[in-house]
């Protein structure tokens, strides 16, 4: 049986003929005859049933009928047709592979399509269902592309009208709901900064775009290197995308079929402002157990009512007498929340051996967490300000009154703001000299320390 859209040829009736007398991508459609006979006998779902974890040839006598969603009308798509089960809320999607080129000529989108499944084989990739021929390597079978000519013995085009492909409407945070490869509709989407007045993909390269919602959440747009697009610039605005999505583990990313497919034209999100500073965050603890050197730690408390992103905000710390930065801790994606505190352990598996619960942020040792009692301690905000300090830079602690080895020191409770000058009167300290006006009486973990509670 000859497919519909073979009706008319432009050269002979050889059907190699039909296909390669056909130049560039933009003519009109052959008239088309359609089969109104056939019916399915088995679902997408009910067909994604016979893969087990190994390529197979179907060898039953099966019908799958879907909507096309995909063209290469634009050059994005290759050697491919994606099918869902219905044209509204699909339940399941599969990507057929073909070596046929224009196939948007034979197979517009919308089109109802059923496919005769005995003789093409099945497999998946990721979460992607795949029919086509069959591709071998290495004594591995894979779903490769049907050839041109065996097309015809296996899709044909169903009587009736177009139907209009209804993408489910979502957005990032909720594709994971979404089946694979099927139409969605994305809003309020927009490049990430970095990708402006770039290109939509690098010459003969599949090209990854990262787009982003108001809300920093990331997609990532595929965009092959050959599409008639690849040179175009990246839209500047904000606003929907349509496209097939498609999934592999936990990336999932979307593939649009030309240029319609995007109405980037409203205003770009407003800027987001994650840096904030406040004066009431402040070193409230930092311990050096006498009895057991992996359960140091360092506290943070707000005071204030408000929570606080610490977006930029460093700890850093001044080995005995250096004046350069000795190490540092990023407290990026964090938040402190108000009249709370902040634990940081340079051993967070000790430390919840020791405390019992654990620590906010475990770091490595030798990080400002981990100071032997004569070191020097400052909390820097996001602009660069000193928020709160311990000690003084460029003194080695060791007998003055900001030593705390095999001790603690302790911020005491009328203090609600940080000092970018230390400040002895603020601070109960003991350690193992009594030196400087400080008590000299030893720690131990856990029952001298009071972690995660400003007391």
Not at 212 to 219: A, I, L, P, T, Y
Request: charged share 25%; with cysteine; aromatic share 8%.
């Amino acid at each position: 049986m000859i497919m519909r859209f073979i009706n008319k040829t432009c050269c002979s009736l050889s059907l190699i003929i039909v296909f390669s007398c056909v130049v560039g991508s933009d003519f009109e459609a052959p008239e088309d005859n359609c089969d109104s006979d056939m019916e399915a006998n088995i679902s997408f779902e009910d067909l994604e049933g016979f893969f087990n974890d190994e390529t197979i040839q179907i060898q039953e006598d099966l019908i799958i009928e879907g909507y096309i969603i995909s063209s290469d009308r634009a050059g994005n798509f290759y050697g491919v047709l994606y099918l869902q089960d219905h044209p509204t809320n699909p339940a399941k999607g599969l990507q057929l592979e073909i070596d046929l080129r224009n196939s948007h000529l034979f197979f517009e989108v919308g089109s109802k399509v059923q496919v005769k499944l005995k003789g093409l084989f099945l497999g998946k990739s990721g979460e992607t269902l795949k029919l086509g021929g069959s591709f071998s390597a290495f004594g591995n079978v894979s779903v490769g592309r049907l050839p041109a000519l065996k097309v015809p013995d296996h899709i044909f085009l169903s009587c009736g009208d177009i139907e209009e492909v209804k993408p489910i409407l979502t957005n990032i945070l909720d594709v994971e709901n979404v089946p694979a490869n099927v139409l969605v509709k994305l809003d309020s989407l927009e490049v990430m900064d970095e990708g402006l007045g770039m290109t939509f993909a690098l010459p003969k390269e599949e090209t990854e775009i990262i787009l982003k919602d108001c809300n920093e959440n990331e997609m990532v747009m595929l965009n092959s290197g050959f599409s008639d697009f690849q040179a175009e610039v990246l839209p500047d605005g904000n606003g929907t995308i349509t496209g097939i999505l498609q999934k592999d583990g936990k990336k999932h990313q979307l593939v649009i079929r030309d240029l319609n497919d995007l109405d980037f034209s409203n205003d770009r999100c407003p800027e987001i402002i994650t840096e904030f500073t406040s004066n009431q965050i402040f070193i409230s603890e930092l311990a050096d157990p006498d009895n057991n050197s992996k359960a140091r730690f360092v506290e943070l408390y707000n005071a204030s009512e408000e929570s606080l992103h610490l977006n930029k905000w460093i700890l850093q710390r001044y080995t005995n007498d250096k004046t350069a930065v000795s190490s540092s801790i990023d407290l990026s994606g964090f938040i402190i929340e108000g009249k709370s505190t902040f634990v940081i352990s340079p051993n967070a598996a000790e430390f919840e051996l020791i405390y019992g619960f654990s620590p906010d942020l475990g770091v490595s040792t030798n990080s400002p967490a981990d100071s032997n009692g004569d070191d020097n301690l400052e909390l820097v905000d996001p602009f660069g300000v000193i928020i709160d300090r311990f000690g003084i830079i460029g003194e080695d602690g060791s007998g003055t009154n900001h030593e705390f080895e095999d001790g603690r020191a302790v911020r005491n409770l009328n203090i609600t703001k940080g000092n970018p000058s230390y400040t002895f009167s603020e601070w109960t300290i003991f350690n193992d000299t009594g030196d400087s006006g400080t008590t000299k009486l030893l720690q131990n973990a856990p029952e001298d320390f009071t972690p995660n509670e400003h007391q």
